[in-house]
């Protein structure tokens, strides 16, 4: 295959992602999805059966996507400022690349919250270990005391609302050009990551 023609399948996952944002995953149509792709219903059953199947693959896709990266920053000895700096570079890279994965999650948090609870509790992440570290480095004065639902709310709401609220950002800042947007967002690791440190540093 050459290196510059997208793979059926990834396309396929791509388009349903958007078609299931934009009428959501019960009111999608097989029809939907196939026309969003440019291909048609008899190419898009060779590939998936069933909007169900279809369904399945599109969080596979998206599982495939965030969990190693979690999996290598959990298990990575650096410390806790070190790690959530790596969160922060990995996770914005991740959704810069793959702009659909927030409001796709934001949606399904809603509809089948179930789904990404029990994915998180299947995956055996050992967060228990980032926690004693957090307590340890607390205790010898490297970071200042913080809640942990604190930290996660800010740096994930810091990097998602920039993309669930594009429109408003391409409207009235961006002029409607992509390209400044997407420097935007790039930019943005540095701004998140000076928030953090400055809220981390010790008194």
């Known amino acids: 295959m050459s290196e ?33 792709a440019g291909i048609g219903r008899t190419s898009l059953h060779y590939y998936f059966r069933s909007k169900a199947d279809l369904y399945k693959r599109v969080l596979q896709s998206i599982e495939d996507k965030i969990f190693p990266t979690i999996s290598k920053i959990v298990d990575n000895d650096l410390p806790v400022l070190g790690k959530i700096v790596m969160f922060i570079n990995e996770y914005n890279d991740l959704i810069i690349k793959n702009p ?44 200042r005391p913080f809640s942990f639902v604190d930290l996660f709310a800010n740096v994930v709401g810091m990097s998602v609302l920039p993309l669930l609220s594009k429109p408003i950002y391409m409207e009235f ?10 420097k935007f967002m790039v930019n943005r690791k540095k701004t998140i990551i000076s928030v953090i440190e400055r809220w981390l540093e010790p008194n």
Request: proline letters at 3%; aromatic letters at 8%.
């Open 100 to 143: 659909l994965i927030p409001g796709f999650l934001a949606i399904e948090m809603q509809r089948n919250p179930d789904w990404i609870l029990n994915l998180i509790k299947s995956r055996g992440l050992d967060f228990e270990k980032v926690m004693v570290q957090v307590d340890q480095e607390i205790s010898e004065g490297k970071i």
């Open 4 to 36: 510059n023609k997208i793979d059926p399948e990834v396309l396929i996952v791509e388009a349903a992602c958007k078609v299931f944002i934009r009428h959501g995953v019960d009111k999608s149509t097989m029809l939907q999805v196939a026309d969003e």
């Open 173 to 182: 800042f961006f002029d409607q050009d992509t390209d400044e947007f997407n």
